[in-house]
Each structure stands twice: as structure tokens, then as C-alpha cells.
């Protein structure tokens, strides 16, 4: 038993710091956004990332008994970090860092769902129902700029629906890595070296070309120190430690970091609506989470 309480405590205390570092993301890649486009920004990301984590990786892979399965490998590394960062980035640009954080922290409902598919993990009456009420609140909250006047053609719209589909592969990725049992710094590396040739290839298709602006670089450093090497290691080897259903849980607290740092230095405005929609998913979670 003390053994699996202290594989516990690390698990939440990696998890805390994911929540931390990816939380503060929101905003601060809301403001590069305003410097640089999608791709341009996550290549360079991935390439900074790659060069600062390939002695890490090296060393592990000499310490590593079994050989990890590239093929799988491959397919989580898309799934959990081009597939999943392009439609977040895009969605990002268009609508308020406030309503994407929102958003992405609701992700723990399709995750959930997913490890009751695919992991057989059980679900009581109460969780049912606080899911279905935290997705209702999600829902409200992504079509909020219909609301407002914008129509259902805006581009905040879009932004928000393109945030829900980067949750669902989010999702996906999360059960898959879990199912398979990935080992964490083999597919962080996979996951940093494969998006360099997905994000260029992004780049030449958009021909944006690879300038950058500095205002943007200061952004791009933070996420591809503290969102992508720490952020990223700290989640899997927290997920790997718990159930996924109660991992995913913490992504619920990334609007605690997100929210303040988006009113007082975006001076982003907070609807009616964004707030009945965040107490809504709030009552949602304590109801599912309350035991």
C-alpha cells in the first residue's frame, strides 16, 4: 500500500505542474499569435524543443530495457501533437484565450468517455451526470459568440468548434498512449522530432515563409520549454501512474492560470455567458468528482 500511495502523490504532483505550465499557455500564445501565424510558431517550437531534449533522450534510450514499438510510437506522436496542436492553434487565433481555455479544459469529459470505451473503466450515476452537465456547459460556451451577435458564420465560432475537435483527438491520444503503455520520453522525442517536417510542410503549403518576428520568440521559448518538454513529460508520467479518467481531471483546473493572466495583460473581456457556462461545467465536475 505505501508504494502505491507514494506512486500516487508523484503522479498529482507531475500532473500539478502540466496544469501549471499548460495553463499559462493560453495567453501567452494568444499575444505571439499576434506576431506570427499557427505553423510558424509551432515549428519553431518543435525545432527548439527537439535539439534541447535529444541528450535526454539519448540517455534514456542507452538505460532502456525493451525496445519501445516504433509503429505505435508514430501514430501517438501525430495524434498527440501535430493533429492535435494545428486545429488548437488555429482556434486560438480566432477566438479569446479566456473561451480556449475553457474549452480545452473540458477535455477530461471526452477522455473519460474514451477510457470507458476502450479501457472499461466504470462510471456511477452521479459521474454520468456531472459529464453530461459539464458537456453541456462546453457546448454553451463554444457557440457563446452566436450569442453575442456574431452569427453563426464568425470566426470566433469557428475557433471554438476547432478547439472541440483538437480536444477529441487530445482524447484519443491520451487513451491510446495509455492503452499501449508508451514509455513517456520515447514518444515526447517522437512527438517533438515528427512535428518539424508536419509543422514545414504546414508552412509551405500556407506560404507563410519561415521569418519571424521577435515579439513572437519569447512565446515560442515558453512553449518549447515549460509547454513542450515539461509540460508534455509531466502529463505521461503522471497519466501512467493513475487512472486516466482522474488524470484528465486536473485539466480541469488550466483556466485558474489562464483566466487572470488573460484579464489583467490581454485585457480580455469576460461575457455573461463565458461565466454561466464556466459555472455550469464547475458544478458539473464537483458533481462527477465529489466522492
Known amino acids: 500500500m505505501p508504494d502505491i500511495s507514494k506512486s500516487r502523490s508523484k503522479a498529482y ?9 499548460w495553463g499559462c499557455a493560453a495567453p501567452i500564445i494568444k499575444h505571439s499569435l499576434d506576431f506570427t501565424s499557427p505553423e510558424v510558431f ?4 518543435y525545432l527548439i524543443a527537439t535539439f534541447i531534449f535529444f541528450p535526454i533522450f539519448l540517455v534514456h534510450r542507452a538505460h532502456m530495457v525493451n525496445k519501445p514499438d ?25 477566438t479569446t484565450s479566456i473561451e480556449a481555455s475553457i474549452l480545452f479544459s473540458s477535455s477530461p469529459i471526452f477522455t473519460i468517455l474514451g477510457g470507458i470505451i476502450y479501457l ?21 460556451i463554444a457557440i457563446q459568440p452566436f450569442f453575442s451577435g456574431q452569427g453563426i458564420g464568425s470566426l470566433s465560432l469557428k475557433g471554438n468548434l476547432l478547439i472541440l475537435v483538437s480536444n477529441i483527438i487530445w482524447s484519443t491520444f491520451l487513451i491510446k498512449s495509455k492503452k499501449d503503455h508508451a514509455d513517456p520520453i520515447s514518444l515526447t522525442f517522437l512527438s517533438f522530432l515528427i512535428s518539424i517536417p508536419f509543422f514545414y510542410l504546414a508552412i509551405t503549403l500556407e506560404h507563410t515563409g519561415l521569418n519571424l518576428n521577435p515579439q513572437a520568440i519569447p512565446g515560442i521559448i515558453y512553449m518549447a520549454i515549460g509547454g513542450s518538454i ?36 490581454l485585457k480580455e473581456p469576460m461575457s455573461p455567458v463565458t461565466i454561466i457556462s464556466t459555472i455550469i461545467i464547475i458544478s458539473g465536475v464537483y458533481l462527477s468528482e465529489r466522492r
Open 70 to 94: 516504433l509503429k505505435k510510437l508514430i501514430i501517438l506522436a501525430l495524434l498527440g501533437t501535430p493533429l492535435t496542436l494545428l486545429p488548437l492553434f488555429y482556434g486560438l487565433k480566432t
Open 120 to 140: 472499461n473503466e466504470k462510471l456511477s450515476k452521479n459521474e454520468w451526470r456531472g459529464i453530461l452537465i459539464a458537456l453541456f456547459g462546453t457546448l454553451l
Open 13 to 21: 504532483l507531475f500532473l500539478l505542474l502540466n496544469t501549471a505550465l
Open 230 to 265: 515539461l509540460g508534455f513529460w509531466a502529463y505521461q508520467e503522471g497519466q501512467k501512474r493513475i487512472e486516466a479518467a482522474e488524470a484528465a481531471i486536473f485539466t480541469y483546473l488550466q483556466p485558474a492560470f489562464a483566466i487572470p493572466i488573460s484579464l489583467l495583460w
Open 42 to 45: 509551432l515549428f519553431y517550437r
